[in-house]
């Protein structure tokens, strides 16, 4: 394990059993569902606290747990459990406006989890900053691309991403400080 692993939270959370990252996805999933009731009403997608969740949840779990808990939460979505935003659930989610971003958000956690390990994150702050856009880039860049197939390219880019880009830089720069803290949190555990 290297020293950036170590020192992250996605690394202590490698290291536990089986029914502890079961607890974890959990979690992780009312994590999401919480997320998504933050929300402020925008045409054709609501901004919400969603990205924030999902890209902070890559940056504590890794790849492999933070997908694992996108997929969880997707499924819940599926069945009509009530955990994406404004309280909504439902397979047309997945075929509506947004669809896209949903698939996004399945890819931009392994990603951020991804660069959490090779040190795109715990004390660098310009790195995990820059991870964290990433992730944002995958989520708006699939919303954009399912969305135009709906309305047309450039309405998606301007419904769909432009009004977006205030949030994803706050967004981004709230989950590498959380990401950081926490890091900085399981360093602390792990010196112990």
Not at 28 to 39: H, I, K, R
Not at 53 to 58: D, I, K, R, S
Not at 70 to 84: Q, S, T
């Amino acid at each position: 394990m290297t020293q950036a692993t170590a020192l992250s939270p996605a690394g202590l959370l490698g290291a536990r059993s089986v029914p502890t990252k079961l607890v974890a996805v959990a979690l992780g999933t009312l994590f999401l569902a919480a997320s998504s009731y933050v929300e402020v009403p925008m045409v054709p997608v609501p901004v919400t606290m969603q990205t924030f969740a999902v890209l902070l949840l890559g940056a504590l779990y890794g790849p492999g747990l933070a997908f694992a808990t996108i997929l969880a939460w997707l499924g819940e979505a599926a069945i009509g459990l009530p955990v994406l935003s404004g309280g909504a659930g439902g397979l047309a989610h997945f075929a509506g406006p947004t669809g896209g971003y949903l698939l996004g958000f399945a890819l931009a956690a392994p990603l951020v989890g991804w660069l959490a390990q090779r040190g795109w994150g715990g004390e660098n702050v310009v790195r995990s900053f820059a991870a964290m856009l990433a992730g944002h880039a995958v989520i708006l860049g699939l919303g954009v691309l399912w969305l135009s197939t709906l309305i047309g390219f450039d309405k998606a880019v301007a419904f769909g991403f432009t009004p977006f880009i205030v949030g994803t830089f706050l967004k981004s720069a709230l989950a590498a400080a959380c990401g950081m803290a926490a890091g900085r949190a399981v360093a602390r555990l792990l010196s112990r």
